[in-house]
């Protein structure tokens, strides 16, 4: 069993529509929490990064984390066209940075029509 | 500002044969990743470096070798090149505190 499972999707959405995108994790020592957004044949890009539980909210963005049910989300409100990308949670035990390593969940495809 | 800057963007090898994939940031940050991205599969941890002097193995390291030349530059290495090891790599860069900053990979193939 994956430390971080991801449903890989894809996901098709009509532009406008709430996306809601999850991953569960089994390790509790994670604290921190990242959401990532791969474009196609570019490398990951952060999107939101939140410690420990509660919500964070970015523009479109809202990011969750339940760690009593390890289970984070991320929502975008208003879908774009331009947020067709493959979204990646991504966790760590301790602070990103030296010595920190992150476990990544094997992402998910998003598509947003016109 | 150029982040992390990764190359060759495309390489094509033949099983056995060796290079070199270089990665350089222009962040000032003291850690250095590399990780392989497969279908599936997820990016995967294969060396890090903590700091300038210091590297350490990460989740798949097998088949690899690394070397921080500097605070700037992480490579890494394959010997011997092996079909398994066709992927995308990607480079990484952090500072204490502050999430990793991704260049945007080197798709490799193994014949």
């Known amino acids: 069993q994956k430390e971080v499972e991801q449903d890989p999707g894809p996901l098709s959405v009509p532009e406008g529509a709430i996306v809601s995108l999850n991953c569960t994790y089994s390790n509790s020592a994670f604290q921190y929490f990242m959401w990532y957004r791969q474009y196609s044949r570019k490398g990951p890009e952060l999107l939101m990064y939140?410690?420990?539980?509660g919500n964070k909210e970015d523009g479109r963005f809202t990011a969750q984390v339940d760690k009593s049910s390890k289970y984070i989300s991320l929502f975008i409100r208003d879908s774009q066209p331009s947020d067709s990308a493959t979204y990646l949670c991504?966790?760590?035990?301790?602070?990103?940075?030296?010595?920190?390593?992150?476990?990544f969940g094997t992402g998910t495809r998003l598509q947003v029509t016109l | 500002n150029a982040g992390v800057t990764q190359t060759p963007k495309f390489q094509v090898l033949k099983t056995g044969q060796s290079m070199t994939l270089q990665c350089a940031q222009d962040?000032?940050?003291?850690?250095m990743y590399w990780y392989r991205q497969d279908p599936g599969m997820g990016l995967r941890l294969i060396y890090y470096?903590?700091?300038?002097?210091?590297?350490d193995k990460g989740e798949v390291p097998n088949g690899y070798n690394v070397s921080r030349l500097n605070k700037r530059e992480f490579s890494l290495r394959l010997e011997s090149a092996a079909p398994s090891q066709t992927s995308v790599y990607f480079c990484a860069s952090s500072n204490s505190n502050q999430p990793q900053h991704f260049g945007d990979g080197t798709r490799l193939s193994i014949l």
């Open positions: 939140t410690y420990s539980s």
């Open positions: 470096s903590a700091s300038e002097g210091t590297t």
């Open positions: 962040m000032n940050h003291n850690s």
């Open positions: 991504a966790m760590s035990a301790s602070r990103t940075g030296t010595a920190s390593k992150l476990t």
